[in-house]
């Protein structure tokens, strides 16, 4: 067995004197797809935010591609590969498109730069005809391709992707699974947040039920079956 590539520790998470994290623990193999279910306030944001190094670990350790990253702030994470679409998009919707992929690019090696926008424009076409457009001005979907794209651009070695299918429209679903497949394909390690629980086990290869800032079960995603997810996702499941 070689080691995971993104591990877990006994991870808490607080804000203030709310607990969101108590002490999580799990891993993610290289390659593979964690989908991360629960229902509302279980901690799956928090879990997206403190991989991501938007929020400090209170306790516990975070190890990934053999190194300890606790504590890392974002932008330290990103450039080694680590990163987090947050929820709500994370689009700058005062710049254009092509400001908003060519700023993503900022951290790509220079020569490579060019390139990195031309495949996020070829993943997502309708982004290339509104390259000029103010960001803000597209619609949600539109906006979330551009988050997505945003994470791509930097070749990533694990992507946490938090709830990118809220409030989308099923055609725009689709897209954003589309994308995230176009990442596996290219070997990139998933972490998925999802609402539509049995689209991302059909994703995923493990999965995880938090409860309460911990996990309630977890597993291989060909043994969660209806019955577990009843029992450990009550009616959310569907
Ligand atoms: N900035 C914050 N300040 C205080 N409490 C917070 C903050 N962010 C989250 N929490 C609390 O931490 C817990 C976990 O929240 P988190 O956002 O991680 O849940 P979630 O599983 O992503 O929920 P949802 O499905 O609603 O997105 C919740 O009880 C929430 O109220
Ligand atoms: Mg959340």
Redesign the pocket.
Same mark, same amino acid.
């Given at each position: 067995m070689t080691d995971p590539l993104l591990t877990v520790d006994a991870v808490e998470v607080r804000? $203030?004197a /709310?607990l /969101?994290l108590a002490g999580l623990s799990l891993t993610v193999a290289e390659g593979s797809v964690l989908a991360v279910v $629960?229902?509302? !306030?279980? !901690?799956? =944001? =928090? &879990?997206a935010?403190v991989l991501g190094g938007l929020v400090r670990p209170t306790a516990g350790t975070i190890r990934f591609a053999g190194r300890d990253v606790t504590g890392w702030g974002a932008h330290r994470a990103r450039q080694a590969g680590l990163v987090h679409l947050p929820?709500g998009r994370g689009v700058f919707t005062g710049l254009t498109v092509a400001e908003n992929l060519r700023m993503a690019a900022a951290i790509v090696p220079r020569s490579e730069r060019a390139d990195a926008v031309g495949r996020a424009y070829t993943l997502f076409p309708v982004l290339a005809e509104r390259r000029r457009q103010l960001a803000g001005s597209l619609s949600g979907g539109e906006q979330q391709m551009i988050s997505l794209a945003r994470g791509l651009i930097v070749s990533p070695r694990v992507l946490v992707a938090?709830?990118m299918s809220l409030g989308l429209a099923p055609k725009m679903v689709d897209v954003v699974f589309e994308g995230l497949s176009e990442a596996r394909g290219a070997g990139v390690t998933i972490v998925l947040?999802e609402?539509y629980v049995h689209r991302a086990l059909a994703f995923a290869d493990h999965c995880v039920v &938090?409860h309460r $800032?911990a996990a309630a079960w977890s597993g291989p995603v060909a043994e969660a079956t209806d019955d577990v997810l009843a029992r450990f996702l009550g009616t959310s499941a569907a």
């Open positions: 804000y $203030g /709310a /969101a $629960g229902p509302n !306030g279980a !901690g799956k =944001s =928090s &879990l935010r929820e938090d709830e947040i609402q &938090l $800032g």
